[in-house]
């Protein structure tokens, strides 16, 4: 940043990356609190929830930032906040949240394991609905959650990001032409991680032939105003006005009757990520 040199990156999901005002720094991936502002979004708009509690573990204060940001703006209320930093804290958290008669909890944490018993902690003290906020965990967490869980899981949410790559409409030929190089050292699959980079990479490349230019200041311009961009993830509608990328790549998944079903991806709430992120 000091040098003007833009930057796009593929993997850094950590919220204040582009909090800190630099003016050059774009990501492809979704921010860790993507899937915080889906939940909040959905329990209101969609569930018409008037009131949530809002519990954390350690550490990940920022999500539960934005789903409280994110549910008040929508008129909605926080019956109260807590911070967890053990399991063992969970029925004193649970039982003092009980009583103020929530629609829904909302949980954030990475640890699946955790966050499964936190369900069923809450729900054998009447708390019916569990919004958890996955992180970074894609559906490789939902089994392991339903497992710790167990009957409590019924009508809980998960909200999980970044995109699958069964979603991504450019990942078998990104794949197919990976696999045809032939990278040994570097696994058998693109992956993820790989059509994200991929994706970045053509994005700043697009940019260079746009402005050009070398001119580090004409290149910064021209992924700014990226837009539209059809890649390997799906279409880019653009950055916004911090360097985070639009659509926020995220998707609910709810469990009933025993699986989990994807209650909508993160198109049906674009318009209002968009609003909520710039």
């Known amino acids: 940043n000091a040098a003007g040199v833009p930057m796009v990156s593929p993997s850094s999901t950590a919220i204040a990356l582009t909090e800190q005002g630099y003016t050059t720094t774009f990501r492809v991936i979704p921010k860790d609190d993507a899937e ?22 350690g550490g990940w204060e920022g999500s539960t930032d934005t789903f409280s940001n994110t549910f008040t703006s929508l008129g909605g209320s926080i019956t109260s906040r807590s911070t967890v930093n053990s399991t063992d804290d969970y029925t004193a958290t649970l039982t003092a949240i009980s009583g103020e008669s ?50 409590a899981a019924e009508g809980d949410y998960a909200g999980l990001n970044p995109r699958r790559t069964q979603d991504m409409p450019g990942y078998d030929t990104l794949n197919a032409d990976y696999q045809a190089a032939g990278f040994p050292n570097y696994g058998d699959e693109a992956g993820m991680w790989g059509a994200f980079a991929y994706d970045a990479a053509r994005i700043i490349i697009a940019a260079i032939d746009r402005a050009d230019s070398a001119d580090p ?11 539209d961009y059809d890649g390997v993830v799906g279409t880019y509608e653009g950055f916004d006005a911090n360097g985070d990328v639009m659509p926020q790549w995220s998707w609910l998944e709810r469990y ?17 990520v968009l609003n909520n992120f710039q």
């Open 256 to 272: 009933q009757n025993g699986e989990w079903v994807m209650v909508y991806p993160y198109k049906v709430f674009l318009p209002l």
């Open 36 to 57: 915080a502002v889906l939940l909040a979004t959905h329990f209101r708009q969609s569930l018409e929830m008037d009131a949530v509690a809002l519990v954390e573990w």
């Open 102 to 151: 929530p629609d829904a909890t909302f949980y954030v944490d990475n640890d699946a394991n955790n966050a499964g018993f936190f369900s069923s902690v809450a729900h054998n003290l009447g708390l019916s609905i569990i919004g958890w906020d996955a992180v970074l965990g894609d559906e490789s967490v939902l089994g392991v959650y339903a497992t710790a869980a167990g009957s």
């Open 217 to 227: 200041a004409a290149i910064r311009d021209e992924i700014a105003a990226t837009a």
